[in-house]
């Protein structure tokens, strides 16, 4: 009895020490198991977020000039300055059309009193003639006078209106509320006709210019809402609506002219500010797109693949897959063919798996599978 309870107990002993065994060994066999994080494709839609760059533009903008030239004598703005309508900007030395209007006003005065001598003497002559005591050729000769010295009366009139006017143009004054853009003159500087002096640009700049390329010129539509991202401004996106499309390309980019106008300009927006426009870009030429990141999927001397995680018979293995892609974008890669919505793509390590290669999915829960 007591040799077959050591026969019995040994026996047991031998099953516990061989079942450990084994559960160790499918631990290690499990362990050796390489994991793998997978992820799943992004179903893209037709329309597509396309990025263009712009430049802000005010609305309007003036640039003003001297219609005479002079020293500039008062000129003290700086860029960015506010300013309204009618306000002094800068005034030339008037001293020499000050001048000029003095002394044609002084021609004028002696032109108006020999009209009046010359008035007089016609009118003496005519009354003389009546009574014959004059001849015809003194009245031709008195009435010859008197137009004379009227005519010269009304050309040194026009002569000081326009001495005035001249005087008048070296005081330079703003057109538009809103604020110096440029200044191209320092003061005291000697300034001729036309020289441009200062921009002025609205106040609130509320308009981008955007440089679109010709692939995509037909799919954008006037009244279309855009997003304006500027570079130097800490905000949400501005909302926009596009105003103008140009029927006119550039030869040498080959680009076409898209003004957008925005919703709700910011005193932050200064004109020449550069910005990103995103443009949702209606695309019907390719089937389907998913997007993938750019370090899922590889490529050899066939093409584009990808390496996808497949299950079979309760086990998980590495395959190959080929597929086309269209763009690279900032997202990753736009692929219209050879994926579908459930497979479960590589995210890393390619280099570290091969073709049926049994792995495990180490965020199998994260995909809810």
Same mark, same amino acid.
């Given at each position: 009895?007591?040799?077959?309870?050591?026969?019995?107990?040994?026996?047991?002993?031998?099953?516990?020490?061989?079942?450990?065994?084994?559960?160790?060994?499918?631990?290690?066999?499990?362990?050796?198991?390489?994991?793998?994080?997978?992820?799943?494709?992004?179903?893209?839609?037709?329309?597509?977020?396309?990025?263009?760059?712009?430049?802000?533009?005010?609305?309007?903008?003036?640039?003003?000039?001297?219609?005479?030239?002079?020293?500039?004598?008062?000129?003290?703005?700086?860029?960015?300055?506010?300013?309204?309508?009618?306000?002094?900007?800068?005034?030339?030395?008037?001293?020499?059309?000050?001048?000029?209007?003095?002394?044609?006003?002084?021609?004028?005065?002696?032109?108006?009193?020999?009209?009046?001598?010359?008035?007089?003497?016609?009118?003496?002559?005519?009354?003389?003639?009546?009574?014959?005591?004059?001849?015809?050729?003194?009245?031709?000769?008195?009435?010859?006078?008197?137009?004379?010295?009227?005519?010269?009366? /009304? !050309?040194?009139?026009?002569? @000081?209106?326009? &001495? %005035? $006017?001249?005087? *008048?143009?070296?005081?330079?004054?703003?057109?538009? #509320?809103?604020?110096?853009?440029?200044?191209?003159?320092?003061?005291?500087?000697?300034?001729?006709?036309?020289?441009?002096?200062?921009?002025?640009?609205?106040?609130?700049?509320?308009?981008?210019?955007?440089?679109?390329?010709?692939?995509?010129?037909?799919?954008?539509?006037?009244?279309?809402?855009?997003?304006?991202?500027?570079?130097?401004?800490?905000?949400?996106?501005?909302?926009?609506?596009?105003?103008?499309?140009?029927?006119?390309?550039? /030869? !040498?980019?080959?680009?076409? @002219?898209?003004? &957008? %106008? $925005?919703?709700? *300009?910011?005193?932050?927006?200064?004109?020449?500010? #550069?910005?990103?426009?995103?443009?949702?870009?209606?695309?019907?030429?390719?089937?389907?797109?998913?997007?993938?990141?750019?370090?899922?999927?590889?490529?050899?001397?066939?093409?584009?693949?990808?390496?996808?995680?497949?299950?079979?018979?309760?086990?998980?293995?590495?395959?190959?897959?080929?597929?086309?892609?269209?763009?690279?974008?900032?997202?990753?890669?736009?692929?219209?063919?050879?994926?579908?919505?459930?497979?479960?793509?590589?995210?890393?390590?390619?280099?570290?798996?091969?073709?049926?290669?049994?792995?495990?999915?180490?965020?199998?829960?994260?995909?809810?599978?």
């Amino acid at each position: 009895m007591k040799s077959f309870l050591k026969i019995n107990i040994f026996v047991m002993v031998l099953l516990v020490l061989f079942s450990a065994c084994e559960k160790k060994e499918n631990i290690i066999e499990k362990d050796a198991i390489k994991s793998v994080f997978v992820i799943k494709p992004i179903l893209k839609e037709e329309k597509q977020n396309r990025v263009f760059n712009a430049i802000a533009s005010s609305n309007q903008q003036t640039k003003l000039s001297f219609k005479v030239q002079g020293n500039l004598n008062n000129f003290k703005l700086q860029i960015g300055d506010e300013i309204k309508k009618g306000e002094l900007l800068a005034v030339l030395d008037s001293t020499p059309y000050e001048l000029k209007v003095s002394q044609i006003n002084y021609a004028l005065i002696e032109a108006k009193a020999s009209l009046q001598n010359a008035k007089s003497t016609y009118e003496r002559t005519k009354k003389l003639y009546i009574n014959q005591n004059a001849s015809a050729s003194d009245i031709d000769n008195a009435k010859a006078a008197f137009d004379a010295t009227s005519a010269k009366v /009304q !050309n040194v009139s026009k002569e @000081l209106e326009y &001495a %005035k $006017l001249q005087l *008048s143009y070296t005081k330079l004054y703003a057109p538009i #509320s809103g604020y110096i853009g440029a200044k191209y003159v320092n003061e005291n500087e000697n300034i001729a006709i036309g020289a441009p002096i200062v921009l002025i640009s609205d106040k609130l700049v509320d308009e981008v210019q955007i440089q679109v390329p010709e692939i995509f010129i037909n799919k954008i539509k006037k009244d279309s809402g855009v997003k304006v991202v500027f570079n130097s401004i800490d905000s949400k996106p501005f909302e926009a609506k596009i105003s103008e499309i140009s029927k006119y390309v550039s /030869q !040498n980019e080959k680009t076409y @002219l898209v003004v &957008a %106008k $925005l919703e709700n *300009s910011s005193p932050l927006i200064k004109d020449g500010m #550069s910005a990103d426009v995103y443009f949702d870009v209606e695309d019907k030429s390719l089937k389907v797109k998913y997007l993938l990141p750019a370090n899922s999927i590889l490529n050899d001397k066939n093409g584009y693949f990808i390496y996808v995680v497949q299950k079979e018979n309760e086990k998980y293995f590495i395959k190959r897959k080929d597929v086309k892609v269209a763009n690279l974008i900032k997202e990753g890669f736009e692929v219209i063919e050879g994926l579908n919505n459930n497979d479960l793509v590589l995210k890393a390590g390619m280099s570290e798996v091969f073709e049926n290669m049994q792995v495990q999915i180490g965020n199998l829960k994260e995909l809810g599978n």
